[in-house]
């Protein structure tokens, strides 16, 4: 009976896969979405179906509704979300025999178009965030400066915190890391929370010391070198990226742990 809905799913969310396919032959849109995709089939396709019993299917059935009632309602974004979570809650009780795997879940969303979306609504706040942040660790380091509004306001130079320092795409970078290794390394709805509010934390904060590190560098006399703005982009969200990985360890370790505890 499962298989008979998830084939009525992919058929009835036909609208949202031709959108999709717009969406991401537009050079406008980042392409890097279907990343997330590769690595959640992947993951699918070297899973066994768990044999369970009573499936039930009354969430993949309400969310599968709800995206029929939304449809004439919503933007295309808000659609394609609610099929890609009913996807997602039937594509977790066949294989993992769960109602909801977070870290699957998590994937397919970002698997969605949403850089230029998170960088309309997001990109101004998180671009105030990083240069209030930014402005401590900039007064320690000997620079006299102040927020003003999304720039950073030293003597009679106003150094802006542009679009690409708003870390959106670090975010996402983070995220796509943060539930890629919870979903291959097996980590419970928990355990994926967790990881992935440490990744959201650590990669906000390496985006800070970004921005720092580009002002220090705009003012020091190496403005003018190509590879200073992607080589430094690059180096934290390495280190970033290290610290993430080092927390999938310990949590996993935890999740052992905790088991062979009971």
């Known amino acids: 009976m499962l298989r008979h809905l998830l ?118 706040p998180l671009r105030a965030t990083v240069a209030s942040m930014a402005v401590p660790i900039l007064n320690g380091a000997g620079f ?10 030293w003597g009679k130079r106003l150094v802006s915190v542009d679009a690409p320092c708003s870390g959106v795409s670090m975010l996402w970078a983070g995220a796509f890391l943060a539930f890629t290794l919870a979903l291959f390394n097996d980590l419970d709805f928990k355990g994926t929370v967790k990881l992935g509010a440490f990744a959201f934390v650590t990669i906000l904060a390496g985006n800070v010391l970004r921005t720092s590190s580009l002002f220090i560098v705009e003012n020091g006399g190496l403005a003018g070198t190509p590879w200073v703005h992607e080589g430094i982009g690059l180096v934290i969200f390495a280190l970033a990226a290290a610290f993430v990985a080092l927390m999938t360890r310990y949590l996993v370790g935890e999740k052992w742990l905790t088991s062979f505890s009971c």
């Open 7 to 124: 084939i009525f799913q992919i058929c009835a969310f036909w609208p949202v896969w031709s959108w999709y396919g717009r969406r991401v032959m537009d050079p406008c849109d980042s392409v890097w979405c279907v990343v997330p995709l590769i690595a959640a089939l992947f993951w699918l396709g070297s899973q066994k179906p768990k044999q369970v019993e009573n499936k039930s299917l009354f969430w993949p059935t309400i969310l599968t509704s709800l995206y029929a009632f939304a449809v004439p309602f919503t933007p295309p974004l808000i659609r394609a979300s609610l099929a890609v979570v009913a996807l997602s809650v039937s594509l977790s009780l066949m294989v993992y025999g769960q109602t909801f795997h977070c870290s699957l879940t998590g994937l397919l969303l970002l698997a969605l178009p949403v850089i230029p979306t998170a960088q309309f609504y997001f990109g101004y």
């Open 144 to 153: 006299n400066v102040a927020r003003q509004g999304t720039c950073l306001a």
